[in-house]
């Protein structure tokens, strides 16, 4: 029973943990929002504001570090190792690779996509639209589904419930105007078109480790410790693309240097909110294994980070006057979208 309902506790655990990372991000990344009046920051303007290369670099630093502890970690305990992963281990898996490098590379355009809507709007606009990669989710489990010979939905009322889910994540970014959707105008807004690529990457991410984690038994027993090799393994593919990139492109570089420059609490500040990020990560991924539909925990992680990003970004704005104006505005229409994607989600687990 306990093993059954873990995944509830890990889908909490993840959804704090990335809204308290996104609040992060929200203050220290340089937005383009313009159009709503600022109140005066606690901090200088030119001071509390990363760019989106810095901050890819940053969290590609606070990877690596984790990446390096973990491996001390393996050396420290040797053979006892063994014992925990069992008969699998991923890394002496050739068969693996091409899953790992695959989403390994999704998972980090998931990160370049969202940091860049980041640098257009609120996080209090841009989360909701991930409730996108819910509907992403479920759209691929029903091409596994039909790939497997199995039915294509397991009740009809989940058509109803990824309904709502998607209105409930349309509405903040229309302001509740729904019929802006048929206009071109809205989805070539920058915010939007990150916002579903990102959204795109991780439900193909997480679709992977779902895959993955179940091999072919459903039932097969939860392993920890090759559930962090997955996810470890999958985070070097980010490293390595960022020092690409990074030694590809000069202007990269210039960044890279100008960070000495900035405040050490910024610095501090971001790589913090990626260690909650990678905790948040590690967090759903165990769901995903331990739960076989992966577009029930998209949406409850997708609703749940919603929720609690509404609340933190609200209060840190209203009391501490952090962050961005738009977390102040259309706050009933945000709570009603809340309401909504609730509910959806209530209908896709029944």
């Known amino acids: 029973m306990g093993k059954s309902i873990s995944w509830i506790g890990?889908?909490?655990?993840?959804?704090?943990?990335?809204?308290?990372?996104?609040?992060?991000?929200?203050?220290?990344?340089?937005?383009?929002?313009?159009?709503?009046?600022?109140?005066?920051?606690?901090?200088?303007?030119?001071?509390?504001?990363?760019?989106?290369?810095?901050?890819?670099?940053l969290c590609a630093l606070t990877t690596y570090i984790i990446i390096f502890v973990y491996f001390i970690y393996i050396e420290s305990i040797g053979p006892?190792?063994?014992?925990?992963?069992?008969?699998?281990s991923l890394f002496a898996s050739v068969q693996s690779l091409p899953f790992l490098i695959v989403s390994g590379t999704f998972s980090y355009y998931h990160y370049h996509f969202i940091i860049k809507a980041f640098e257009?709007?609120?996080?209090?606009?841009?989360?909701?639209?991930?409730?996108f990669s819910s509907i992403f989710a479920f759209l691929f489990l029903i091409l596994q589904n039909y790939i497997s010979n199995r039915p294509?939905?397991?009740?009809?009322?989940?058509?109803?419930?990824?309904?709502?889910?998607?209105?409930?994540?349309?509405?903040?970014?229309?302001d509740g105007h729904l019929i802006r959707i048929f206009q071109i105008k809205f989805w070539s807004q920058p915010f939007v078109k990150f916002a579903i690529i990102s959204d795109m990457s991780h439900a193909l991410y997480t679709n992977i480790i779902s895959y993955v984690g179940r091999g072919d038994n459903d039932s097969q027993q939860f392993n920890i410790y090759v559930n962090m090799e997955f996810f470890i393994l999958t985070r070097v593919m980010f490293v390595i693309i960022q020092t690409v990139k990074l030694y590809s492109n000069p202007e990269m570089q210039i960044e890279f240097i100008q960070l000495f420059?900035?405040?050490?609490?910024?610095?501090?500040?971001?790589?913090i909110g990626e260690f909650m990020t990678l905790f948040g990560y590690f967090s759903s991924v165990y769901a995903y294994q331990t739960y076989y539909q992966a577009a029930v925990i998209s949406a409850s992680e997708s609703s749940l980070n919603l929720i609690m990003n509404l609340f933190l970004a609200y209060f840190v704005k209203k009391h501490l006057n952090i962050g961005k104006q738009a977390s102040l505005y259309h706050l009933q229409l945000k709570v009603v979208s809340c309401l909504a994607i609730s509910i959806g989600l209530a209908i896709a687990t029944i």
């Open 152 to 174: 294509f939905l397991s009740s009809y009322l989940h058509l109803l419930a990824y309904f709502l889910i998607l209105l409930g994540g349309l509405a903040p970014a229309t």
């Open 10 to 57: 890990a889908v909490v655990a993840s959804a704090f943990c990335w809204a308290s990372a996104d609040i992060t991000f929200d203050v220290i990344l340089d937005s383009k929002e313009s159009d709503l009046p600022q109140k005066k920051q606690l901090l200088p303007q030119t001071t509390t504001h990363l760019t989106h290369s810095q901050t890819m670099l």
């Open 261 to 271: 420059n900035k405040p050490i609490p910024l610095i501090l500040g971001t790589m």
């Open 120 to 131: 257009n709007s609120s996080s209090t606009v841009i989360l909701p639209f991930l409730q």
């Open 80 to 88: 006892l190792y063994s014992e925990l992963v069992g008969k699998y």
